[in-house]
């Protein structure tokens, strides 16, 4: 169930959406929509990172035991609709023995267009737009994608350790304008997931 906490923050989010949209220039309008669509502390999760490699550590070293399954959703919870802009991608990795998972995705660590980016587990975003989904309500807009394929789980996450050791540059806009050796949350997903096609 949702708390009263969490739905005042989905209500503020729309506010704060509906008055850049009417009042902000369009350069106004992308950073705004950025902001809200941030929960999580940029210098926290990059802060973080060295424990979420450890714990990619762990998955590559008992990888039969964890499926890998991506996800797209709005990029802020007051959209009605993923968009070509507001589109933001997440990985889950789900523990076969004991059905728990754990989101992780690529974030900026700054309020801004280009910055360091980070490798987020459990972000407060990701965490709760999945969770509405399999609890039935989708108001993130969230689908699974890739489901043609199955996910090559110990290729898929060293790819991610390799990408992390780099210290990859974030922009949020490189799935629509891809720019050499930077990333966003979509093609960090692209740029790091392995695939092979579902037989039959």
């Known amino acids: 169930m949702y708390s009263f906490v969490a739905e005042k923050k989905y209500i503020l989010s729309g506010i704060i959406f509906l008055i850049i949209m009417f009042f902000g220039s369009c350069s106004s309008l992308q950073a705004g929509l950025y ?10 999760v990059l802060e973080n990172e060295p424990n979420v490699r450890k714990f990619l550590e762990y998955v590559i070293d008992s990888h039969e035991n964890y499926l ?18 507001m ?7 789900i523990c076969i023995n004991t059905g728990e998972y754990h989101t992780l995705s690529f974030y900026g660590t700054k309020f801004a267009l280009t910055s ?8 407060h975003s990701d965490k709760t737009s999945y969770m509405m989904y399999l609890n039935g309500d ?3 807009d969230v689908g699974e994608i890739y489901t043609e394929y199955i ?3 110990r290729e898929t996450i060293t790819n991610i350790i390799k990408k992390m ?9 490189d799935h ?11 093609t960090a997903i692209y740029g790091t997931v392995v695939l092979t096609p579902r037989s039959g």
């Open 68 to 85: 890998v399954r991506t996800f797209a959703r709005t990029g802020i919870s007051a959209q009605i609709r993923r968009t070509r802009l």
């Open 165 to 173: 050791d780099r210290g990859i540059t974030y922009y949020y806009r």
């Open 35 to 44: 902001l809200i669509s941030i929960e999580d502390d940029g210098d926290a």
């Open 116 to 123: 360091r980016g980070a490798w987020a587990m459990n972000a």
């Open 176 to 186: 629509i304008r891809k720019r050499p050796n930077v990333y966003n949350c979509n």
């Open 87 to 93: 589109t933001h991608t997440y990985f889950v990795i």
């Open 151 to 153: 996910i090559n789980v």
């Open 138 to 140: 989708n108001r993130w």
